[in-house]
T-cell receptor
Framework: AQSVTQLGSHVSVSEGALVLLRCNYSSSVPPYLFWYVQYPNQGLQLLLKYTSAATLVKGINGFEAEFKKSETSFHLTKPSAHMSDAAEYFCAVSDRGYGGSQGNLIFGKGTKLSVKP | EAGVTQFPSHSVIEKGQTVTLRCDPISGHDNLYWYRRVMGKEIKFLLHFVKESKQDESGMPNNRFLAERTGGTYSTLKVQPAELEDSGVYFC???????????????FGEGSRLTVL
């Protein structure tokens, strides 16, 4: 069974500082991994996804994530935080349809990012 | 192009009452998903439609929940009778490919917040 652990329910950084949001996954098969973001009063939107091509994945708004199989991690980073990055971020894993499953997404609990001026 | 729309945005009902949530997916998206997030917890899968057929309803909590997708277009999620533990945010999402697949990108609505008193 797949699972996702996001360390830190709330992360606060200063504007211009590095953003690091942690995600560790558990999967019995090679996973696909996703980061979704929810801005205030909006639905979730896809930030980036890893689908077994390049291990370093670039997403929208300057975010990127690196798949590290040995560490079962898929941490999200951004070199310089902007006030508009304040949102809740969700990591998700999929078994991509192995073994007759539907390839549904399993989400973590989310991490709220605050950006201080 | 219109996104995924959900109605109502917020519903407050008393225990034992009935509530019906509606979701209009993006036109042309055969896959429609319902998820729920109880406060502070993960976003959890409820069920998945492909067109009008229920593909996977393994996440439905119990038989008080009934989901339909008329003609493969909009979907409704009825809770009858509602219990206190049903409170949370119900998200609908649609996609062209399967959610966790290489081509799948979920497009989420803003969610329907249900409060059961």
């Amino acid at each position: 069974a797949q699972s996702v652990t996001q360390l830190g329910s709330h992360v606060s950084v200063s504007e211009g500082a590095l953003v690091l949001l942690r995600c560790n996954y558990s999967s019995s098969v090679p996973p696909y991994l996703f980061w979704y973001v929810q801005y205030p009063n909006q639905g979730l939107q896809l930030l980036l996804k890893y689908t077994s091509a390049a291990t370093l994945v670039k997403g929208i708004n300057g975010f990127e994530a690196e798949f590290k199989k040995s560490e079962t991690s898929f941490h999200l980073t951004k070199p310089s935080a902007h006030m508009s990055d304040a949102a809740e971020y969700f990591c998700a894993v999929s078994d991509r349809g192995y073994g007759g499953s539907q390839g549904n997404l399993i989400f973590g609990k989310g991490t709220k990012l605050s950006v201080k001026p | 192009e219109a996104g995924v729309t959900q109605f109502p945005s917020h519903s407050v009902i008393e225990k034992g009452q009935t509530v019906t949530l509606r979701c209009d997916p993006i036109s042309g998206h055969d896959n429609l998903y319902w998820y729920r997030r109880v406060m502070g917890k993960e976003i959890k899968f409820l069920l998945h439609f492909v067109k009008e057929s229920k593909q996977d309803e393994s996440g439905m909590p119990n038989n008080r929940f009934l989901a339909e997708r008329t003609g493969g277009t909009y979907s409704t999620l009825k809770v009858q009778p509602a219990e206190l533990e049903d409170s949370g945010v119900y998200f609908c999402a649609s996609s062209q490919g399967l959610a966790g697949s290489i081509t799948g990108e979920l497009f989420f609505g803003e969610g329907s917040r249900l409060t059961v008193l």
